[in-house]
């Protein structure tokens, strides 16, 4: 490895001009001196024994126009997915409530769109203010936003958008085809101008080569300004989906973009996302010392399944991790997640994960 990149990991500083064969080389690190490297610059700028918690709610399933090979909510996929209509903002809100009880301090919300039609504005602006009325930071995700969109939303007290990268610029039109890498990046650009905080990732275990991997953060990291959160997700296969039978990623491999990506985006929050329901207590745990320090609760995930809440606070007790909350008591807010547990996994309001 290059002393190049050494100096640069060593120094933490924010860099928005990252290299393919500096991050190459990163991916190259022993695996025990990448960890060093993440967790030394993960230190630098958070508490390590805490993570942010957010809950994500489907408020419009299935039917999406584009045709993204992983997903089931492509209208273009053969999935089981039922198609579901646009939530009333009564049930966002009880919904939203919930996920306050549990402990989560975000609430998000998604989608299946190309781009919000004018018509549907009002709606989820209404579900904005009515979350954020609530207490806690709002996220949404509604694919494309033009720039009056993203003002409407950021004047309506949207904190984060999230819309992810998904993949490599080079190996992007093998993933989708009705929308193009600019065009993610042109919302990207719409939602910082905004004044919005971007939440913005990628997707690997996708078939991708490595090169990918490394270039998808590349491009993360050399952003005008490093993404707020940057989801990591790993591939959920869904029977119907052209990638259904697409090898799995190795689970070192994960761990290392993991590790990669809090050291080329100090400040952001790395979230452990999509596939934490394959992962053991052990992988999940290496990927927390490898800097992810932001997680989904709850046991569903718009379609994607996620480990029940219960089995989070375990693995958070056994690790001494504490989640990022305004709650000054921690038993108190202990007790409310493991009340809540039961209620959450009989609602109807959190979609069954079948992606």
């Known amino acids: 490895m290059s002393n190049t990149v050494l100096t640069s990991v060593s120094a933490s500083t924010i860099r928005h001009d990252w290299t393919l064969d500096e991050v190459q080389a990163l991916f190259s690190m022993p695996f025990n001196d990448l960890m060093f490297q993440a967790q030394t610059v993960h230190r630098q700028h958070f508490n390590a024994n805490q993570v942010q918690v957010s809950t994500l709610l489907s408020i419009k399933t299935g039917a999406c126009p584009e045709d993204c090979k992983y997903c089931s909510q492509s209208a273009r996929n053969k999935t089981d997915l039922e198609k579901e209509r646009l939530l009333e903002t009564e049930k966002v809100l009880q919904a939203a409530k919930r996920a306050k009880d549990m402990g989560s301090t975000r609430f998000c919300m998604g989608a299946a769109w190309r781009n919000p039609k004018e018509r549907d504005m009002p709606y989820v602006i209404d579900m904005v203010k009515g979350v954020k009325a609530l207490g806690l930071e709002t996220c949404m995700t509604l694919g494309m936003l033009s720039k009056e969109q993203a003002d409407q939303l950021q004047d309506a007290g949207l904190d984060y958008y999230n819309h992810n990268l998904d993949t490599s610029p080079e190996h992007y039109n093998q993933i989708i085809t009705t ?82 990506a809090r050291i080329m985006m100090p400040k952001s929050h790395v979230r452990l996302s999509a596939g934490r329901s394959t992962m053991n207590e052990q992988m999940q745990s290496l990927c927390f010392l490898a800097g992810a320090n932001s997680i989904f609760y709850g046991c569903k995930l718009l379609t994607t399944e996620n480990p029940e809440t219960n089995q989070d606070i375990e693995l958070f007790k056994k690790l001494g991790i504490n989640t990022e909350t305004v709650d000054d008591d921690g038993h108190e807010l202990e007790h409310k997640i493991k009340t809540a547990v039961v209620d959450q996994q009989h609602s109807d309001l959190f979609y069954n994960a079948a992606n």
Not at 223 to 232: G, N, T
């Open 179 to 260: 929308r193009t890498y600019q065009d993610r990046l042109d919302t990207l650009d719409n939602v910082r101008s905004s004044g919005m905080k971007v939440c913005s990732g990628g997707i690997v275990g996708l078939g991708e080569k490595a090169v990918d991997r490394a270039s998808l953060l590349v491009q993360l990291a050399n952003l005008p300004k490093h993404p707020d959160s940057v989801p990591i997700n790993m591939l959920v296969k869904v029977e119907g989906t052209p990638l259904s039978d697409v090898e799995d990623l190795e689970s070192f491999e994960f761990i290392r973009c993991i590790a990669i």
